[in-house]
Structure formats: structure tokens, C-alpha cells
């Protein structure tokens, strides 16, 4: 089953909206939570999120983890067209001091209109 | 900015024969991974890498796939006798293990025909 859960799959917003997309996830040794943009090919990292209830902010982006909910949002505020991309979600998993693997979600693909 | 490099940007190789994807990760980090996405699907975690070993990988990760770090800065993935499935885009990443996050290359895009 999936461990990591995005919604909505695709969402489609003119310039100047604000978004939010949402990532749940269902793991047994949670460490953090991270997101990613992918445009054409690579992942970038936005945030890592271990600390439920703080708030990581950068620009117009900003992202917050619920661990009791096993939940997290991303939001995007006054959206323009360079935001359109796949975001993704990923849970890293503690089980070794070394490696810790990313267990990814499907990606929300949001295309901001002008 | 550093950079995760990988090379070839794009492979087309045969069914059956051994691929090597090359990976130049960041000099100070100390973890390295492969991970694959197969066209409209999710990242996949391969392999991680830490001290010379590996030190997590998955199913995926079966006797046909092998992990090298030659060089103290290279580090490759090779896949022996390619099948159709294994076309995907492959990614490298590299982490230096302080809750920075991962950084990815820009990926080799692997088409086995």
C-alpha cells in the first residue's frame, strides 16, 4: 500500500492564487519530511520538516509537518507561472545511522495560468 | 552553488547489455543514493551508500544492479543485462547527513530497447 499520499493529484490556478497541497503519510520510524520541486528533470529541495507544528518558510513558499495528523501542507502564495511543476513529498524513515532512504509520494502537478 | 553531476544525460542501450551510470556527487558530502522514476510514476529508492558499503537498498535492487565508488569521487550504478523494464530516469543524489536534505543530479534518462 501507499506509505506516502499526495493530494490533489493536479491542480490548475491562475496567477496570483494561493495553493496548498497536502502530503500524508503512514511510516513506523518517521524522521523528517521533505518536498521537493520537479520541473523537467531533477528534484530541488524546498524544506525538511522534522518538528511538528513549525512553520519553514522561504519567500512565498512555506510548509508545515502535523505529526499527529502524519500530515503536511504546502502552501504557495501569490502563485506565478514559474511555480508550475510537480511538487513532491518524501518521508525519511530512521532505520540505520547511515543512508536513510525517501519514501516518495505520486506528486501533486500544479500549472499556474497567467 | 555545488552541483550532483551525472553523466550520460541520456543512454539508448540493448536488451541484454551491461549499462554504467556515472555519478559525481558533492565533495564534502558523505551519503550517496541511486533512485529511479519510471516515466509517469513515483521515485523509486535504489540503493544508499555510506563508508564505502552499502548501507540500505531495496527490492528493486536485485543481483543485476551494483554499486561502485572506484575513485574516492566517482560513484556508479551498473545494470547487467538491461531488460525493456528498466527504462526509467536515474538519479543520483548526495547528502553530507546533517537534516540538510538530499540534493538530486539532474538525472540519466535510460531507454533499453
Known amino acids: 500500500e501507499d506509505k506516502v499520499v499526495q493530494s490533489p493529484l493536479s491542480l490548475v490556478v491562475h496567477e496570483g492564487d494561493t495553493v496548498t497541497l497536502n502530503c500524508s503519510y503512514e511510516?513506523?520510524?518517521?524522521?523528517?519530511l521533505l518536498w521537493y520541486k520537479q520541473e523537467k528533470k531533477a528534484p530541488t529541495f524546498l524544506f525538511m520538516l522534522?518538528?511538528?507544528?513549525i512553520e519553514k518558510k522561504s519567500g512565498r513558499l512555506s510548509s508545515i509537518l502535523d505529526k499527529k495528523e502524519l500530515s503536511s501542507i504546502l502552501n504557495i502564495t501569490a502563485t506565478q507561472t514559474g511555480d508550475s511543476a510537480i511538487y513532491l513529498c518524501?518521508?525519511?524513515?530512521?532505520?540505520?545511522?547511515?543512508?536513510?532512504?525517501?519514501?516518495f509520494g505520486g506528486g501533486t502537478r500544479l500549472m499556474v495560468k497567467p | 552553488e555545488p552541483e550532483v553531476t551525472q553523466t550520460p544525460s541520456h543512454q539508448v542501450t540493448q536488451m541484454g547489455q551491461e549499462v554504467i551510470l556515472r555519478c559525481v556527487p558533492i565533495?564534502?558530502?558523505?551519503?550517496f543514493y541511486w533512485y529511479r522514476q519510471i516515466l509517469g510514476q513515483k521515485v523509486e529508492f535504489l540503493v544508499s551508500?555510506?563508508?564505502?558499503?552499502?548501507?540500505?537498498k531495496s527490492e528493486i535492487f536485485d543481483d543485476q544492479f551494483s554499486v561502485e565508488r572506484p575513485d574516492g569521487s566517482n560513484f556508479t550504478l551498473k545494470i547487467r543485462s538491461t531488460k525493456l523494464e528498466d527504462s526509467a530516469m536515474y538519479f543520483c543524489?548526495?547528502?553530507?547527513?546533517?537534516?540538510?536534505?538530499?540534493?538530486f543530479g539532474s538525472g540519466t534518462r535510460l531507454t533499453v530497447v
Open positions: 551508500f555510506y563508508n564505502n558499503e552499502i548501507s540500505e
Open positions: 511510516v513506523t520510524n518517521f524522521r523528517s
Open positions: 565533495s564534502n558530502h558523505l551519503y
Open positions: 518524501a518521508v525519511e524513515e530512521d532505520w540505520s545511522n547511515a543512508g536513510n532512504m525517501l519514501t
Open positions: 543524489a548526495s547528502d553530507h547527513g546533517f537534516n540538510y536534505g538530499y540534493t
Open positions: 522534522t518538528s511538528s507544528g
